[in-house]
């Protein structure tokens, strides 16, 4: 090598070297916003984490082992947690149950067919088949009744009217609901505003009887009373209380009596039945079914309870408007009240209580002896007959589908039902029993008397 080259390559090797060195003091040089150099400094910057990237690449194509480049991972890259998440996100939306109702629902759809498919895996494991009649109940509740003890009734009478707010609260009235007072839905935090449309179809206050009726009958619809022989002493009471509007002409008085002073209706009864009211036929269906009642029977039914049942109860009571009966809607804080008095005094864990165990508790609250028919939840009666679902031929609904075989109702209605539990409160009602504050009729009044 001559010196003249040598020469020349080390004065580019100085050069070199101090560019480099330029450059080292750019990169790490604060900037300032201000400071006409930052743009190059950035653009210095730039250049070193490209050189960085393009090194990570080098370096895992080079080197077998596993190199973690999570840190500098794209953060508009959607993570796997994140796809997890953002589902929840949503469904924890402060306010998301004030929205749209078809949202709403579909949602709480959603969530029951997940409970169904879980119920549904737990029952199957156990039990196939209804279960016939408990062994501890095999010779009936009739047999070990002592008689009403009035100890027992009055002081469960006074935790019925402490607790429930019969008295005040039993249906809506223009005292308990103001004009453009807003109701909260039972089964719903959505809300509905009772403006002077509504407010005027109103009684003004809630007709509580002053003095206790002496005896009283609730009439449940079970297979338990086919053949019972239990019309003239059901119709015997002061007071009738039956459920969610049953036959009770023809050859059915014989066995349930035909005296009727207060009826529910489940809208329920009105979508599975009448069609929502949507059609004339199913109008003048449901008013036949009415006009089997006596004069000033009281229909009680739920407007308030899903918003979605809300119109069709609205149509019902159109339908009725020339009508001799009465229809009086319940109060959704009457309907929580009792739901919580139940559970908490029992300890039922159900989603909610039965129509049965509430109108039971309406005439708990109004009655001096109160007396029950037709309230036995299992396939064979006490004397080893089997039954039917219900004392008449009705459908029961599950998953939005009509349900007519009789076991099949049994199963979805009793073992797999995901909102009640009959038999806890059955054996709740068997413990009032016991204590003498009710009276349950499971065996045939023929053979009683």
Known sequence: MSGRDFKSRLLLAIIVLAANQTVLVFVLMPGRASDPGCDKQDDFRAVMENIKDRGVRDLREEFEGPIDISSIRDEDTPSADREVQRPQEKANYPGKEFEEDDEEEEEEEEEETFIVEQEDMNLDEVQQKPQLSPPELSQGPGLDWTGFNRTEIENFRKMVLNKTRVVTHLYTCQKNVPVHS????????LTVKIMRG???????????????YQTCSVVGNGGVLTGSGCGNEIDSADHVFRLNLPPIQG???????NKTNFVTLNPSVLQDGYGLLLEKENISAFMQAVDTYPANTVIYTHPFDQKRYRKPVYRAHQAMRNSEKVMRWSHPEFLRATDSFWKKAFHLTEARITSGLLVTTIALSMCAETNLYGFWPYRTASDGRVLAYHYFDRPISSRQKLIFDEEQMFIQGVLKNRRHNMGDEFSVLRHLHKKGVLRLHVEKCEERS
């Not at 050859?251 to 009596?257: E, I, L």
């Open 198 to 212: 509504t407010y005027k179809y109103f009684p003004r206050n809630v007709q509580f009887p002053v003095k206790p």
């Open 251 to 257: 050859s059915f008085t014989q066995d349930v009596g």
């Open 182 to 189: 807003h109701l909260r839905f039972f089964q719903s935090n």
